[in-house]
């Protein structure tokens, strides 16, 4: 019997409850062994009570828990920073083994778990941390580990994710979708973390931290949300060929140097992210070895999220069975340049309003060449009271180069607004 702790019984605490008890028998078949949950930690106890637990199984006492020698491994689902860690660090120093659905605690506080872990010679696994129910984490540390990972691509918030798929397949505002989206459960009554990539950059910096061998922190990524995004970028985009999504962007050039950023993104609609919609969630990959992998799934919910965090316990009752514990730790042992912004190089979109009179055109095709900023397209519709709408893409620009630019065509009076700009993606990629 292999007796496991639960810290949180809510909805993935709950999830965890429901599929060890509807699966018992696979799982033990599959691990050579039995998963049982000894204790539940929760100060709700109507929460417990409704996913199954009984009253003896509930404690308000960590130390009950931590002085019990025969639970082995610590689930730990109740979410947040400091409590959560001193959890976890006090687990650790008993011996115990830790799983964790926490993306805000690793992207914060991960250093210093992988140190504990590795001191006290214990398992922590984390793959519920990131894009729920879809295997990324497992698959970079083992399956992928002969590669050099290049870049890392994901769709990561299924509620950004489906209020741009609503407003480009609808034609509707921002506001109005998000609401629906609140409605519906998709997004909090307080978005601020999923409108403005704040989840999203939470999971990024654990992918590249982990893509790179090379510590990545949540303050690291540079983050931009979807809140200016508005539906008439959206139509010009599909005009040019393009889907907009919302994109956590990890990459590692030449030499060695790592960009971590989120943010709205046109993408070419042959990129296998072009077609990922709605709720759903998506890791792009490419590797020297490998070429381009693609994960897909659900990347957040009740049971996908309990299945990631059930996998990670199957595996580490596996490793406690067979006394090989503390096999893979901690990858990052290399020190890597984290660029900044503006040493970005990408293609961007722009949109405009101008004055509708000759000559205007060319003013700003002036301005673009002397801060070295060249113009792939250009498109152009006429609006109201003389004034015009420019749409331009860029060829590959450095950041900086562009930000100059915009700073002396807003000084200019045949600019009336600078509008939106949204980096292009992918444009580089080989349609096999």
Do not use: W
Not at 89 to 117: P, R, Y
Not at 132 to 139: D, E, L, N, T
Not at 153 to 178: D, H, P, Q, W
Not at 400 to 414: A, E, F, H
């Amino acid at each position: 019997m292999i007796y496991i702790a639960l810290l949180g019984c809510g909805t993935v605490g709950s999830g965890v409850v429901k599929l060890l008890k509807n699966n018992r028998e696979m799982i033990a078949n599959r691990i050579g062994d039995t998963i049982e949950i000894k204790y539940v930690m929760e100060k709700d106890i109507n929460k417990c009570l409704a996913a199954g637990i009984n009253m003896e199984m509930i404690v308000n006492d960590f130390d009950i828990i931590l002085n019990d020698d025969d639970v082995k491994i610590v689930v730990e689902v109740i979410g947040g920073i400091e409590l959560a860690n001193s959890l976890i660090m006090a687990a650790m120093d008993k011996g115990k083994h830790v799983v964790t659905a926490n993306k805000d605690l690793i992207a914060v506080k991960g250093q210093g778990i992988f140190e504990k872990a590795t001191e006290k010679k214990v398992d922590f696994y984390f793959e519920a941390s990131v894009a729920g129910g879809i295997p990324i984490i497992y698959p970079l540390k083992q399956s992928l580990a002969a590669n050099q990972i290049q870049e890392v691509i994901g769709i990561l918030n299924g509620t950004t994710n489906y209020i741009l798929t609503k407003m480009s397949s609808e034609g509707r505002a921002f506001a109005e979708v998000l609401a629906e989206a609140q409605e519906l459960g998709y997004a909090e009554a307080d978005p601020t973390a999923d409108v403005c990539g704040l989840d999203a950059a939470r999971k990024i910096a654990i992918l590249s931290s982990i893509a790179f061998n090379s510590r990545v922190t949540f303050d690291d990524v540079y983050v931009e949300g979807i809140t200016s995004i508005s539906a008439a970028d959206i139509q010009y985009g599909r005009q040019l060929g393009y889907v907009i999504k919302l994109l956590a962007i990890a990459k590692e050039d030449e030499n060695k140097q790592i960009q971590v950023r989120v943010h709205p993104a046109f993408i070419p609609k042959t990129h296998p992210l072009a077609g990922v919609n709605d709720v759903f969630n998506a890791v792009f990959v490419r590797g020297d070895a490998v070429g381009e992998v693609m994960h897909y799934g659900r990347g957040a919910g009740q049971m996908p999220t309990a299945s990631s965090v059930i996998g990670d316990i199957m595996e580490i009752s596996r490793n406690i069975m067979h006394n090989c514990n503390a096999r893979i730790g901690c990858t990052c042992y290399e020190e890597k340049k984290i660029l900044d912004i503006n040493q970005l190089e990408s293609q961007y979109y722009i949109r405009m309003t101008v004055k509708d009179r000759p000559g205007v055109l060319a003013g700003i095709a002036g301005v673009f060449g002397n801060n070295n900023v060249s113009i792939a397209a250009v498109m152009q519709k006429t609006s109201q009271d003389d004034k015009a709408e420019l749409i331009l893409i860029t060829h590959q620009v450095r950041e900086q180069n562009l930000r100059d630019s915009l700073t002396v065509l807003k000084g200019m009076s045949i600019v009336s607004e600078i509008n939106n700009v949204i980096r292009v993606e992918g444009t580089d990629r080989e349609v096999y």
